[in-house]
T-cell receptor, first 113, second 111 residues
């Protein structure tokens, strides 16, 4: 158990809908990272927050957004969902702003039908 | 554009033998490399790292080798155990910015 929690574990929704994925980092970790893993793909970095502020942005679509709240939990919002958004979404956390030692949650599996 | 590549999707090894997992990268600015291990239904867990100032790092049964001129790194597991069966991802970063992950190699250790 990494100490990072993600909810829900599974999510099935229809195209065009909007969903919110939630992540609680390990106690004491200030950084939260979001990754997407599509079928046969590596983990694609989406976005990082550090202590409530956006710190780095990767290949995140404009239809996706995220935020980190004062209690340090984070939410990833995915809107106007397309079939291609079906993937595993991982959250990770670290103490430092630099992602050298990240602890990953178990992931949320999103299926868009 | 895949900056980190793991060209072998799968690998099978007998218990007790050496497992060698390979990873290639294209960006010469990468200076920090990680290996993660992932079991089904779990998130990746950190295994071992190496910075570009070194060419080898060992941690118990796990050794990572870095060949900067070839832009290649490898993870050696000796001796391999059935519990090592998992998907292994390599990842690379330039100056601590975002990490780029490979697509993973599924290792099966046969008892």
């Amino acid at each position: 158990d990494s100490g990072v929690t993600q909810t829900p574990k599974h999510l099935i929704t229809a195209t065009g809908q909007r969903v919110t994925l939630r992540c609680s980092p390990r106690s004491g970790d200030l950084s939260v990272y979001w990754y997407q893993q599509s079928l046969d793909q590596g983990l694609q970095f989406l976005i990082q927050y550090y202590n409530g502020e956006e710190r780095a942005k990767g290949n995140i679509l404009e239809r996706f957004s995220a935020q980190q709240f004062p209690d340090l939990h984070s939410e990833l919002n995915l809107s106007s969902l397309e079939l291609g958004d079906s993937a595993l979404y991982f959250c990770a956390s670290s103490v430092d702003p630099r992602p050298y030692e990240q602890y990953f949650g178990p992931g949320t599996r999103l299926t868009v039908t | 554009d895949q900056q980190v590549k793991q060209n072998s999707p799968s690998l099978s090894v007998q218990e007790g033998r050496i497992s060698i997992l390979n990873c290639d990268y294209t960006n010469s600015m990468f200076d920090y490399f990680l290996w993660y291990k992932k079991y089904p239904a779990e998130g990746p867990t950190f295994l071992i790292s190496i910075s570009s100032i070194k060419d080898k790092n060992e941690d118990g049964r796990f050794t990572v080798f870095l060949n900067k001129s070839a832009k290649h790194l490898s993870l050696h597991i000796v001796p391999s155990q059935p519990g090592d069966s998992a998907v292994y991802f390599c990842a690379a970063s330039a100056t601590g910015n975002q990490f780029y992950f490979g697509t993973g190699t599924s290792l099966t250790v046969i008892p």
